[in-house]
């Protein structure tokens, strides 16, 4: 059909900043992702450990509070790196839920209906579109883990006064770092789950199994040949040694010297693993897919 009236025009209103273009994507994915009521009861639910312990800060420093329950303050529990250690780990596996939840659709379905072509034909690089898939689980994963933990570390350095405050300054750098450590394994291992099985069930069952089939393997390692280096295997191993390292309280976990990883090899193997999930990324997210 011949076009006589050329009246159409260019797009000429505001644009958005490159530096947030990645951002549209977990704006409208949080749109579905909270019409799941099963979803947003747990999201809340994420937020009742930091509750608790905001609590136990507050009745630690106040009389009327330890009357009330009958505490002796020097029984009152301690704030110090082993509290904020065990809050880190419980609100980091409640981010590993959350994972397994939102986690594995997040890329199947576009390259499920060959979407992807329709993203990256417009002003929007490749990284782009997995540093959006990835903000997803980045900007929920913050909300539970490092946002509420400098807040609570905050409220108790408050309420001490400073010389707690200059004592214990590295607690929030140790908050801050292992849960980011932590957020980034957890959204580059699931987007990349994602990107390479289709099927949400195996996907979800995938990121379980990284976790377990590698932890019996390394302990089965590490029994046989009586060495600790079966352990670079075990994800689990390898962030809890990152974590006893950050908050100075080695061996938590109350295994013999010798099966404990040095921090160093743990960091390596952090490092290299997500190098690995990256060079997998860029292998299965293109504008286009070669079927033979």
């Given at each position: 059909?011949?076009?006589?009236?050329?009246?159409?025009?260019?797009?000429?209103?505001?644009?958005?900043?490159?530096?947030?273009?990645?951002?549209?994507?977990?704006?409208?994915?949080?749109?579905?992702?909270f019409?799941?009521?099963?979803?947003?009861?747990?999201?809340?639910?994420?937020?009742?450990?930091?509750?608790?312990?905001?609590i136990?800060?507050?009745?630690?420093?106040?009389?009327?509070?330890?009357?009330?329950?009958?505490?002796?303050?020097?029984?009152?529990p301690?704030?110090?790196?082993?509290?904020f250690?065990?809050?880190?780990?419980?609100?980091?596996?409640?981010?590993?839920?959350?994972?397994?939840?939102?986690?594995?659709?997040?890329?199947?379905?576009?390259?499920?209906?060959?979407?992807?072509?329709?993203?990256?034909?417009r002003?929007?690089?490749?990284a782009?579109?997995?540093?959006?898939?990835m903000?997803?689980?980045?900007?929920?994963?913050?909300?539970?883990?490092?946002?509420?933990?400098?807040?609570?570390?905050?409220?108790?350095?408050?309420?001490?006064?400073?010389?707690?405050?200059?004592?214990?300054?590295?607690?929030?750098?140790?908050?801050?770092?292992?849960?980011?450590?932590?957020?980034?394994?957890?959204?580059l291992?699931?987007?990349?789950?994602?990107?390479?099985?289709?099927?949400?069930?195996?996907?979800?069952?995938?990121?379980?199994?990284?976790?377990?089939?590698?932890?019996?393997?390394?302990?089965?390692?590490?029994?046989?040949?009586?060495?600790?280096?079966?352990?670079?295997f075990?994800?689990?191993?390898?962030?809890?040694?990152?974590?006893?390292?950050?908050?100075?309280?080695?061996?938590t976990?109350?295994?013999?010297?010798?099966?404990?990883?040095?921090t160093?090899?743990?960091?390596?193997?952090?490092?290299?693993?997500?190098?690995?999930?990256?060079?997998?990324?860029?292998?299965?997210?293109?504008?286009?897919?070669?079927?033979?």
């Open positions: 059909m011949a076009v006589y009236e050329h009246t159409y025009k260019p797009y000429a209103g505001p644009l958005t900043p490159e530096w947030s273009r990645f951002l549209i994507i977990p704006r409208h994915a949080y749109r579905d992702v019409k799941s009521k099963l979803f947003t009861g747990f999201f809340a639910l994420c937020f009742v450990c930091p509750l608790v312990m905001a136990l800060v507050y009745v630690k420093h106040n009389v009327a509070a330890l009357a009330v329950f009958q505490l002796d303050p020097a029984n009152a301690s704030i110090n790196a082993g509290f250690q065990s809050y880190t780990e419980f609100q980091r596996w409640l981010g590993f839920l959350l994972t397994v939840l939102i986690g594995p659709v997040l890329i199947s379905r576009d390259l499920a209906n060959n979407a992807l072509p329709l993203y990256l034909c002003p929007f690089s490749r782009e579109y997995v540093i959006g898939k903000s997803v689980l980045i900007i929920l994963i913050s909300a539970i883990t490092w946002v509420p933990g400098l807040l609570l570390f905050s409220f108790e350095a408050y309420l001490d006064g400073g010389q707690w405050l200059a004592n214990n300054y590295w607690i929030a750098g140790s908050i801050l770092v292992m849960n980011w450590a932590w957020i980034i394994l957890l959204s291992l699931s987007v990349t789950m994602s990107a390479w099985v289709k099927w949400r069930m195996a996907a979800s069952a995938g990121l379980f199994g990284l976790f377990i089939i590698p932890s019996v393997m390394g302990f089965t390692i590490n029994g046989v040949l009586h060495t600790r280096w079966g352990s670079l075990n994800l689990t191993m390898v962030m809890k040694t990152i974590e006893d390292g950050l908050f100075r309280r080695p061996n976990m109350g295994l013999p010297e010798w099966m404990v990883l040095p160093g090899a743990a960091w390596i193997v952090l490092g290299l693993f997500c190098t690995f999930c990256l060079f997998l990324l860029t292998r299965r997210v293109r504008a286009y897919e070669v079927v033979r």
